[in-house]
């Protein structure tokens, strides 16, 4: 039994698979409280499902990539449920801000780490790539790696994108990531 906030298909709207089909299984619960967080009502809300519930809501819609998304995914354990997907034929993604227990079996692992809050080991082992939500220009200094380094403006700011081209055309490897969802209008 998990606590779920909402399973909904539409298609990713960040990082290295926006614009990919994809269904959404946002877990409640969080253990931080950004500032900037779009998805508040997943820190509390959310009801108890079993995992057919879950696979019912999943299997609504032919989409072979399933994406764990919160609040934070994984504050809750997600293991029986990713090995369920992979059982059904899935490719699963989680989208995490690092700060817990990542277990394998993940097929993508976003890793967005947030301001005062330190990746854990498995997240810097497992992590597919790593997202930096940028609020202005201290937020470079965060960034640790050279290669698989998406930049995100914070709400789409352009004033901030503007920002993360220009530090963008002075790294190799570093990529801008718009919330392409926010952008069309869609959830």
Not at 1 to 26: D, L, P
Not at 72 to 85: F, I
Request: proline residues 4%; hydrophobic residues 40%.
């Amino acid at each position: 039994m998990w606590k779920v906030n909402e399973v909904f298909h539409s298609i990713q709207g960040e990082g290295s698979r926006a614009g990919q089909a994809m269904t959404f299984i946002r877990l409640a619960g969080c253990n931080l409280r950004c500032e900037f967080c779009d998805t508040k009502r997943a820190y509390e809300d959310g009801q108890d499902m079993a995992l057919e519930v879950i696979l019912a809501k999943v299997q609504e819609v032919d989409i072979p990539w399933v994406c764990l998304t919160g609040g934070e995914p994984l504050m809750q354990d997600v293991k029986p449920l990713v090995d369920c997907l992979h059982e059904f034929g899935y490719m699963v993604a989680v989208e995490t801000n690092g700060t817990q227990f990542v277990p394998e079996g993940f097929d993508h692992v976003t890793v967005s780490p947030k301001r005062g809050h330190e990746p854990s080991i498995t997240a810097r082992m497992r992590a597919s790539e790593w997202k930096y939500i940028i609020q202005d220009e201290t937020d470079f200094d965060r960034i640790e790696y050279e290669a698989k380094v998406w930049v995100q403006p914070v709400d789409n700011d352009p004033a901030i994108a503007r920002i993360c081209v220009d530090k963008i055309l002075e790294r190799t490897g570093w990529r801008l990531s718009m919330q392409l969802h926010k952008i069309i209008g869609i959830r």
